[in-house]
């Protein structure tokens, strides 16, 4: 462009899309530029999935049976250290790009050895991109390779090498530490949670048997060990522990065909719910896809064929549908595959169209082989699934009644909730609140325009034990279930939704919390979607007063108590100050909820999110399921990090 041309558009408006306006964005530029599109986002998910990305290519060397043990440790400066005993990134001068391997793999996007299947025949990370990404967006990176008797090392600063690859020393053993530091120019956060990686850590130990990973919080001085020669059996028992199974070992089969392997682990138990987890190359397939629909389908027909053949269904005058095959049901469903063909962005859905046959056909044989084998358990199993098929009826009739009613579609809206005026669903809010007195306050304390409140009263049901006909049933639910409109079961549809914020406000004490977990448990098990879409939340409401002459601060934790003391003391003896202790919401006046808890502009709300299911499956099942051992066991194992803990 010349400086006449730059002249001329400088004297008049001119608006054209021609070539100089295209920008070329070379390297790892485009990465820095448009983080989001390699990693989901800036925030916490984004953060780690950074470390997801380098575990992933360790993950991939086990896969080839390269790799026994991986380690991942957060330093106590912040940064994250994962190293392995597989193979190592080449070393040696790439021929067409006279860089070495590591510094191709590192800098270059789409680079990798995953596309001709020479190096490795299935893996979890498909478009060569982890280690470049993660390089481009940290602040510093640096790579050592174990490999050929010698240890490599090269450097990295935002993407860029500051060294070359230099040999620092001899080595016995092969394998690649990776360290890092994200980069805070291009993050919301770079604090990481440790426990959100160990458990993305176990689920790969499960995953993949005999795989050794080990997690460390220098932080903290955490430890975590992971390692399960029984894999997916291990994994199943893991999310059945508390529940009374009704077989004492989970079924297992493993198969491989056309170079497809599937591994499916599942166990009956005596709940009311179906826990199936899917995975294709380690990856977790959320909305499912072609492997989960094959299994769905052979545990169908499979069931269906060996209850007639053996006249289990004398006196049965319905059909055992999928549904009722699936209840207590918990199972996991592992496929890995060469050329694996997800939908979307997210690769939550596995397309591969002949997935759904090869899993179909080796779930028949596999349970016939199992039915015929255990009768005792076959007859146990589908005696519960004939119960659950009643129990459908049941739920069919009171759903009608309901629907009648107007609650599953929010037509009838309950008696007790004060609406907010607004039909913008986005910027509305409702507060389910504990007890009638604190639903009267909030009431009053809310901003009518956007704010709705519903008081919950009486004793809620736990639904981790009930059946949905009781939850349809069930008076303190219905009228929750009519104010969000959703529905409930096969009737719920998110975009009936009329709220854009679900809140969930108990008291800050036992009872209070024992009304969240509640309340948690109905949506994490019926209405699963408000949470997945990030639309529920948790209100803080202070635990604290802290009072001198005019002057009133809010704590919410101890520690902000205790600070707020000091402050008011200021040089002096600390006489006229007052602290109040909240045991309910019901002691704050409208303005102080208003204020501390309702205001948009300074409350506190927790977003309660599903970044680990598995770990929610477990836990629910865990603290509202009927083994008193296994809650206790939690209990004196977490008692000494509560915070706060009424009498």
């Known amino acids: 462009m010349t400086e006449d041309h730059d002249k001329k558009n400088d004297d008049q408006e001119v608006d054209e899309y021609g070539s100089d306006a295209i920008q070329v964005l070379k ?27 380098i575990v992933n290519n360790s993950v991939d060397e086990a896969m080839a ?83 050929n008797g010698k240890i490599y090392q090269q450097k990295y600063k935002r993407g860029i090498p500051q060294t070359e690859l230099e040999v620092i020393g001899e080595a016995d053993t092969t394998g690649t530490i990776i360290r890092f530091l994200p980069d805070a120019e291009i993050f919301e956060t770079i604090q990481f949670d440790s426990e959100l990686i160990s458990y993305r850590l176990r689920e790969l130990a499960f995953l993949n048997k005999g795989l ?29 522990e508390g529940r009374n199974c009704l077989h004492a070992d989970p079924m297992y089969l493993e198969g491989n065909r056309d170079g497809v392997s599937v591994e499916i682990a599942m166990q009956y138990n005596d709940s009311y719910q179906e826990s199936v987890f899917t995975y294709a190359n380690n990856i977790k397939t959320t909305e499912g896809g072609t492997h989960l629909v094959g299994f769905r389908a052979a545990l169908t027909t499979t069931i269906n064929s060996y209850s007639n053949r053996e006249d289990l269904l004398k006196g049965v005058k319905f059909a055992l549908s999928g549904e009722d095959a699936r209840e207590g049901l918990t199972a996991v469903v592992s496929v890995k595959l060469p ?34 084998e255990h009768p005792d358990v076959a007859k146990r199993v589908i005696s519960k699934i004939i119960e659950a098929g009643r129990a459908r009826d049941a739920a069919r009739k009171a759903r009608e009644l309901t629907r009648r009613k107007g609650v599953l579609d929010g037509a009838s809206l309950p008696g007790k909730l004060a609406d907010c005026s607004s039909r913008d669903r986005e910027e509305t809010e409702i507060y389910l609140v504990e007890g009638d007195s604190a639903g009267g306050s909030a009431a009053q304390a809310r901003d009518q325009k956007f704010q709705a409140v519903l008081p919950m009263f009486g004793k809620m049901l736990n639904v981790e034990r009930v059946r949905i006909d009781r939850v349809l049933g069930n008076d303190k639910l219905l009228p929750l279930i009519a104010a969000l409109g959703v529905g409930i079961g096969e009737d719920f549809d998110l975009s009936r939704l009329r709220y854009g914020k679900v809140i969930i406000m108990a008291d800050a004490d036992v009872d209070g919390a024992h009304i969240r977990t509640l309340l948690m448990t109905f949506f994490f098990r019926y209405l699963r979607g408000i949470i997945s879409e990030g639309k529920l939340y948790l209100a803080q409401p202070p635990l604290f007063l802290v009072k001198r002459g005019k002057r009133e601060m809010y704590a919410f934790s ?85 915070k706060f803990l009424d009498a």
């Open 339 to 372: 050329e694996p063909q997800f939908e979307g962005q997210t690769k939550s859905k596995l397309g591969n169209s002949d997935v759904k046959g090869l899993v179909q056909s080796l779930t028949s044989e596999a349970l016939s082989m199992y039915l015929e």
């Open 27 to 53: 390297g790892l530029e485009g990465v820095r530029k448009r983080p989001a599109m390699y990693i989901g986002d800036t925030g916490e998910s984004g953060l780690h999935e950074l470390v997801k990305e």
């Open 65 to 147: 049976g390269r790799c026994n043990r991986i380690d991942v440790t957060v330093m106590a400066d912040g940064s994250v250290t994962i190293e392995d005993d597989g193979r190592g990134i080449p070393t040696g001068m790439h021929a067409g790009e006279g860089k070495s391997g590591v510094e191709v793999v590192m800098t270059m996007l789409h680079a990798g050895g995953k596309f001709d299947k020479k190096a490795y025949q299935v893996s979890g990370g498909l478009h060569g991109v982890g280690g470049s990404v993660v390089n481009a967006l940290s602040e510093w990176l640096s790579v050592e390779v174990r490999q």
């Open 212 to 240: 050794e990973i080990n997690a460390t919080d220098e932080r903290t001085g955490t430890v975590d060990k992971y390692h399960f020669e029984g894999g997916v059996v291990e994994f199943v028992e893991f999310l059945n």
């Open 558 to 642: 101890e520690k902000e108590r205790d600070e707020y003391v000091a402050e008011l003391k200021g040089d002096g003896d600390g006489r006229g100050i007052m602290i109040q202790r909240y045991k309910g919401l019901g002691e704050m006046n409208p303005e102080q909820l208003w204020e501390t808890t309702m205001d948009p502009e300074s409350r506190t709300l927790l977003h309660v999110n599903l970044d680990d299911a598995v770990e929610a499956e477990h836990m629910f099942t865990l603290l509202m399921g009927e083994h008193v051992e296994p809650r206790r066991a939690f209990i004196e194992a977490n008692a000494l990090s509560v």
